[in-house]
């Protein structure tokens, strides 16, 4: 446990790695766009509310301002290099749906939000707020409709998330989620929960 | 792609699933407490920030309150069992340092902030602000000291944040950083770097 003080930086780990879909109102910044984004969090359960940060220099900051809200896409392995791509262009440059191959799609709660129809599960969110920060803005926004493919709903409709085979970001570099190591919960859970649970343990 | 709307929830994944240590000013709260939060988010480069959510009903609540700030403690897979531990339990109940037999340290920049001296990196956190959501209040920090396991430097001081086997959550279930993908930008990158950085592919 012998330790090093190194230089304070953005090393909380692992982050989510979304992509985040708007479209603003004016004609400049009306077409949807698409940016990448590990500075992402849940914040509020009830609510459900999350937050993303974004540069002021960025494409999709001035659409988000003029939108009433956005859409966070999860994304599986499957769709790594597009979101990888939509990380490092410019919606100024290139239309990335058309670019990537994506499909806008727009949810009923939130008519004007587009949302990406290859995501596995996307939450459509409306915005409550916006704080500059420094070099980013926060906006925590309400998750008010989540739009799950059916590949994901088992018979009885409960969401399996980790046939979504979803992407983490840890300190630069993406990472494949592996094995479950357990649930919230297990290390205080009876003998009959964890066999029924965790079988495999 | 055929979709089904399910219910809002919190359903942002993968998040990152953290310790959080503090300790209050008060005799009732003076003891340093663990917590463990998967509502935290990276919101900020320059100052680095993140987030972290609280519930008002939690121990460490109230010793947020009258402290100047906090640790946020990744773990990896060999944490687990004490990450889980001190998320389930209060510290109002047990002391969760000694029943998990972790041992408290303290930097040099926050010098009353605990933090976990068997966490691979460790986050010491001046708070900045505290918003209620709702379920939740929302913590802004700086993070203002890192402390990172030798074990997780190279000879050059290079940080090798794999060879922490962090955690990751998603839905509920903990699960494992598995495979690197790619690292940001490798979709544009050229072979050169592509070569360098993943020989592997």
């Avoid at 090093?4 to 979304?18: D, E, H, R």
């Avoid at 879909?21 to 698409?34: F, H, R, T, W, Y």
């Avoid at 939108?67 to 290099?81: K, Y």
Wanted: proline share 6%; aromatic share 6%.
């Amino acid at each position: 446990m012998e330790k090093t003080i190194i230089k304070p930086g953005t090393l909380l780990a692992p982050v989510p790695c979304v992509m985040v879909a708007a479209q603003g109102k004016s004609e400049a910044l009306a077409k949807p766009n698409i940016i990448t984004i590990a500075w992402a969090g849940q914040v509020n359960s009830q609510p459900p509310m999350l937050s993303i940060s974004v540069q002021k220099i960025r494409h999709t900051y001035g659409q988000l301002l003029e939108a009433e809200g956005f859409s966070v896409n999860l994304a599986g392995q499957n769709l790594l290099p597009k979101m990888d791509l939509c990380g490092v262009k410019s919606g100024r440059d290139i239309d990335k749906f058309s670019e990537c191959g994506l499909t806008t799609a727009y949810g009923s709660v939130l008519p004007d939000v587009p949302y990406i129809a290859e995501s596995p599960l996307s939450l459509c969110c409306r915005t409550v707020s916006r704080q500059p920060l420094g070099s980013h803005d926060l906006f925590l926004a309400e998750i008010v409709e989540i739009l799950a493919d059916n590949s994901l709903l088992d018979a009885d409709g409960a969401l399996h998330l980790e046939r979504a085979k979803l992407v983490s970001f840890a300190h630069g570099q993406y990472f494949a989620l592996g094995d479950i190591l357990g649930f919230f919960g297990y290390s205080v859970a009876s003998p009959e929960v964890l066999a029924r649970r965790m079988p495999e343990k």
